[in-house]
């Protein structure tokens, strides 16, 4: 064998080494995100006490799955939602990696990141989910006697225990059909003002982003527009003098359709909040552990006790004597979270004195 060849076997042996490699070090990446849970997923926190009076007879939460916001904010596509924005309350959320259905749904139910929700970190086979660990939405509504219902996808079936759900309709499926009997469930509940929280969860938007071709594919708006016409008939069997509606999403899409990594416009989702309770006007950016805190307040219930997130207070309409209370529930239910974190980790907390709560104790 002659140099030049001897190289060319080196060169190709090389290559083949930093494949094998590459290959190993990537699937052990995605198995110790299969594998992860959060240090509290033995010692959950313990709730605390309620926020105080409820500002709203009932909450529905629209959760359009895998919506961008340029496309949200864009009346010829979403003419409803933006209605909707004009006479309420609107921000931009911010979400972090991983950007995947089920880590997303976890922070907006938990208010805790992916790291302390103990939600999967990346999405799974039906089969595979297990009940969220830590404190969310739904027992936190539960424990207040207050009635839940949730109509979407059956992963939901499987994320949150269903003692905390007293009706529910979950489907298999994600196309346009699939929506259209998600909220012909939802309806006699909202009809017959059954529940104080209800989930309608929305998939056509992202089965676009998938299988259609995603956001540069005339589909895509396509079934923004559907998603937006199913909005407006939720809305119109709620009083929204009495009652208030959440629309937001779990993660956006690349142009080309698809979710799961860092880039920019898969870590952002709109937000839209309007009805009772609501003070309107744009309110910038928010992170997505802000939102079940913030419904809490709403609801009138204790904050999820894993919850890293702010009570959105500025976009309350709080009646006189009102912030105390939820100033008070949210310094309880950190300290309680950091009591947990220390038993769990056995790591000190350095948390700063007269700052707020939230700020300080997660900064810690």
Known sequence: M?????????CIVACLGIAVVAYVWATGMMDSMYAYRSPLAAQPPAPGAATGAALTRRVVFVLIDGLRTDTAANPQVMPFLNELRATGASATVHSRTPSYSAPGY?????????????????????????????DHLFAAAHRAGLTTAVSGFNWFEKMIPQDTITASYYTPNEDDAADRAVVAAALPWLRSDAHALTLIHLLQVDYAGHHEGGPQDPRWNAAARRADDLLREISGALDLTQDTVLVTSDHGHINRGGHGGQEPIVLVEPLVVAG????AGAYGDVPQVAIAPTLAALLG?????????????DMLDLPAGALPGIQAAAQAQQQGLAAAYRAATGQRLDIAAGSDPVSATQAA
């Open 276 to 279: 009772a309770g609501v003070k």
């Open 106 to 134: 976890t922070v907006l139910f938990t208010g805790a990141w992916p790291e302390f929700s103990d939600g999967p970190l990346i999405n799974l086979a039906y089969e595979e989910y297990i009940p969220w660990t830590q």
């Open 2 to 10: 002659n140099r030049k060849s001897l190289l060319l076997l080196l």
């Open 301 to 313: 219930t204790t904050i999820p006790a894993s919850a890293q997130g702010q009570v959105l207070t």
